[in-house]
């Protein structure tokens, strides 16, 4: 295997998520998600980023057709357009301190219906579990 390509980072990555529909890698760390081009010749161009201002990012998921990006952080779960970079819907779960204390959450996005399930312990649920209707476009 050879290296197409390294980047500097300033925050420790802590999950990654490719989309599906594009060359387009997104990073969370512990405070931001960027979004980056890249290619079999490596990065391309300045990463997009999402926000600045995240507390311990999770996890990531892309929607099947690549148009959404949904991240996992200690104030709940958000989702993102991924054109725009804009936030487009927010289930805060204000848990940062479980997050300290229990395993990472996880999500996924189903491959073709309007379905995001999560995984996160609560105080209510320790087992954790959550699966979202996501609104149909207008």
Not at 66 to 80: F, N, P, Q, R, V
Not at 83 to 103: M, Q, T
Not at 123 to 138: E, S, Y
Request: net charge neutral.
């Amino acid at each position: 295997a050879d290296v197409l390509g390294t980047l500097p980072m300033s925050a420790p990555v802590r999950c990654l998520a490719w989309s599906p529909a594009e060359e387009l890698l997104a990073v969370g760390t512990g405070q931001s998600i960027l979004a980056f081009h890249a290619t079999e010749e490596g990065f391309q161009g300045p990463a997009l980023e999402l926000t600045s201002d995240s507390s311990n990012v999770q996890a990531l998921a892309f929607s099947g057709n690549g148009t959404l990006l949904a991240s996992s952080d200690a104030e709940g779960l958000k989702i993102w357009d991924v054109k725009s970079g804009k936030l487009i819907a927010a289930l805060h779960e204000n848990i940062e301190v479980l997050s300290r204390k229990r395993p990472a959450s996880g999500i996924a996005f189903h491959p073709t219906r309007p379905l995001l399930a999560g995984w996160r312990p609560t105080p209510a649920a320790p087992a954790g579990r959550t699966l979202a209707r996501l609104p149909r476009p207008r």
